[in-house]
């Protein structure tokens, strides 16, 4: 199975994700003065197995996210497609700059050839006033000048943005597995609070 960054993207930025968080914060504080609160209150407290769960949630969604955004191409975090791209009035060298800089990152197999082959799919007319010029990373120091024709922009950025998109499988995989993790713990939480409230309502 072949997780896409761009499906890690969606699932970081969702609202169930992020509103869990805070828990990784405040159930350890409530547990460590839990005997202070208790007594302010008047009245016992303790952390039920629901609360202990809610807790590894967050830890597993905060390891996902934290291998998410070491690992996850640039390109990915920025646009989902290329309307985004281009709505920021970017220039084509920008989409040559991302492929470049998933290239730099650690531990990448993506080859400098490779950056060049991209770029010249898309040089296929022959009348030069209809194309765009580019400067492709052939090495560490050298660049090398290339036309990209101008209609087959956008082409040229999904074909980059799918590239790198199923880059970094391992690590796309080990992210999604945290995420899943914490959304199980999640789930499991949820299902022992609906179990308990039936249970107080002496629904069975």
Not at 2 to 24: D, E, M, P, R
Not at 51 to 65: N, Q, V
Not at 107 to 131: G, H, M, P, Q, R
């Amino acid at each position: 199975m072949i997780i896409q960054w761009s499906t890690l993207n969606a699932l970081g930025k969702s609202k169930i994700v992020k509103s869990n968080y805070v828990w990784i914060f405040i159930i350890p504080l409530v547990a460590k003065n839990i005997d202070v609160i208790s007594t302010q209150l008047d009245f016992d407290i303790t952390l039920t197995f629901s609360i202990t769960k809610l807790f590894y949630a967050s830890i597993f969604f905060c390891l996902g996210t934290l291998v998410y955004q070491l690992r996850c191409p640039k390109l990915i975090k920025d646009y989902t497609n290329y309307g985004e791209f281009s709505k920021d009035l970017n220039t084509i060298q920008i989409i040559a700059d991302y492929h470049h800089q998933a290239r730099e990152q650690i531990f990448s197999y993506i080859e400098y050839e490779e950056l060049k082959c991209s770029a010249l799919k898309f040089d296929v007319d022959t009348d030069t006033s209809l194309k765009k010029t580019i400067n492709i990373h052939i090495s560490k120091t050298l660049t090398n000048c290339v036309f990209i024709d101008k209609q087959l922009e956008a082409d040229y950025f999904n074909h980059v943005y799918n590239d790198i998109n199923q880059r970094f499988k391992i690590m796309a995989f080990s992210s999604f597995c945290l995420y899943l993790t914490g959304i199980v713990f999640l789930l499991s939480t949820s299902v022992i609070n609906v179990i308990d409230a039936l249970k107080f309502f002496k629904v069975f």
